[in-house]
């Protein structure tokens, strides 16, 4: 896949969408083998956890939910696929941005058998930054059938922001308790909401702000969901130093970035300027 042609499947249309709703599907965005290369670095990710790697499933699950983040500088199949792919570009029109940075990547493999959803929740909440340009792309290497797909509430993104929490205990662990409304019972009344959500094949990707809501489902019995997802930073993106540790953390950002600086910083390294 060309980065010419991953950038002409961004239409008018699919930037209008992704304006209105805060979330899209590009279908055939990869090809066979950057899916195949992608799917080796994935492999070996799962063999050699970084630090930052963490088990968001109970115990007792039949299955395993396992995440890792920000390896792209580790894992070369990683770095090949973000900075070859063409998703700089496809980031820059959906974002209705001249630059794009690489914020982070995050590796999320459902293993057969998991019942642990991906509870509702905002993105941009649990980081360390401010602004309205970005863009997340979740990208599975497995067939995901509607039911186990990433679900959005169109229109989310625009705000408030709301409660980020810990999906296990539900844990107010980053913004102080109260300070942030709390997430309405989306799964309790589904009907009042617009929600989007498609079943994917390999090669189709979703792109969504960091503000919009979204979860997921388990996976069946004998189905794998292995997804990475890449997140981008656009024109208006800076720096919010915490007093607390962000998910993922950069220790250390906060002596080298002031508040409201851009994201200039060897981690976040341009793709598209």
Not at 6 to 32: H, M, N, Q, W, Y
Not at 96 to 123: A, F, I, M, N
Not at 190 to 211: S, T
Request: charged share 25%; with cysteine; proline share 8%.
């Amino acid at each position: 896949m060309t980065i010419h042609h991953a950038a002409s499947l961004v239409t008018p249309e699919l930037t209008e969408a992704f304006a209105r709703d805060g979330a899209v599907c590009i279908r055939g965005l990869f090809d066979k083998t950057q899916l195949e290369a992608l799917a080796e670095g994935i492999e070996e990710n799962l063999k050699n956890p970084s630090p930052r790697a963490k088990v968001a499933s109970q115990p007792d699950d039949p299955g395993w939910f396992f995440e890792d983040f920000c390896n792209w500088q580790d894992i070369p199949a990683y770095r090949r696929f973000i900075f070859e792919s063409g998703l700089g570009e496809v980031a820059a029109r959906l974002m209705q941005s001249q630059q794009v940075r690489l914020y982070h990547d995050h590796l999320l493999v459902k293993e057969p058998g998991t019942r642990q959803r991906t509870p509702w929740h905002q993105d941009q909440p649990y980081y360390n930054v401010e602004g309205r340009q970005n863009v997340s792309m979740w990208l599975p290497v497995d067939p995901v059938t509607r039911d186990a797909t990433l679900e959005f509430v169109a229109g989310s993104h625009k705000g408030p922001w709301l409660m980020p929490r810990t999906f296990m205990d539900h844990e107010a662990k980053w913004f102080p308790e109260g300070s942030l409304a709390d997430l309405p019972d989306i799964e309790a009344k589904r009907d009042k909401y617009k929600i989007l959500g498609w079943a994917l094949e390999p090669g189709d990707a979703v792109f969504f702000n960091m503000l919009t809501l979204h979860g997921s489902g388990g996976v069946g019995g004998k189905h794998r969901r292995r997804a990475f997802s890449v997140r981008f930073l656009g024109d208006d993106m800076t720096h919010a130093p915490r007093s607390w540790t962000t998910s993922p953390p950069f220790p250390g950002l906060d002596q080298e970035l002031t508040a409201g600086a851009p994201m200039d910083h060897p981690l976040f390294p341009l793709l598209k300027s």
